[in-house]
């Protein structure tokens, strides 16, 4: 019976200085106690300590990527182009391109936007044939789809006449 005691209270002692306890309320390491409240939780180092799990360390943003926009307005009658790049709102991007080709008194300009990437403007060789702007991961693609959808809309040669790029910019925390 003795024995039996003795194996219950080492069991016990076992549990108690397990290495894979947790703090308070069960849900954060060794060193952390529990915070956060409505729905939202997380852990946080106990005064005195400097603990920090490597998976924490590894997982803490550094800062966050944003998006750039790029937008190229023409007008197909007179052939006024307007390009404007890395801004953070689509509206702002395609307000410049806007005003940038009507600026020699172009009236039927039209604007397409991208976002983080590269967009190029073809222009049409043979008369009757359409503008056409595409936008890519790259310049050399954007160029490609570009061309290739001039050529497909009747203007036979085209060439690119505007070219750029919006990269998306990371800001550090």
């Not at 039996?4 to 069991?11: G, T």
């Not at 946080?44 to 300590?49: L, Q």
């Not at 039209?110 to 008369?127: D, E, H, R, T």
């Amino acid at each position: 019976m003795e024995d039996k005691v003795q194996i219950r209270i080492w069991m016990l002692l076992g549990l108690l200085f397990s290495g894979d306890t947790m703090a308070e309320g069960g849900s954060c390491p060794n060193g952390y106690y529990p915070i956060g409240g409505n729905g939202a939780s997380g852990c946080a180092p106990m005064a005195g300590t400097d603990i920090m799990p490597e998976e924490q360390i590894t997982q803490m943003p550094a800062g966050a990527w944003k998006t750039k926009w790029s937008a190229i307005a023409v007008d197909p009658v007179v052939g006024d182009v307007g390009l404007s790049t890395g801004h953070g709102l689509e509206e702002d991007a395609k307000a410049e391109a806007m005003r940038r080709c009507a600026r020699h008194g172009a009236q039927d300009c039209k604007a397409s936007s991208y976002f983080n990437q590269c967009s190029a403007l073809a222009w049409p060789a043979l008369v009757g044939g359409s503008a056409a702007s595409a936008g890519a991961g790259s310049l050399e693609a954007a160029k490609a789809l570009a061309l290739s959808s001039c050529a497909a809309n009747g203007g036979g040669k085209c060439s690119i006449v505007a070219e750029q790029c919006a990269n998306p910019v990371f800001e550090k925390y």
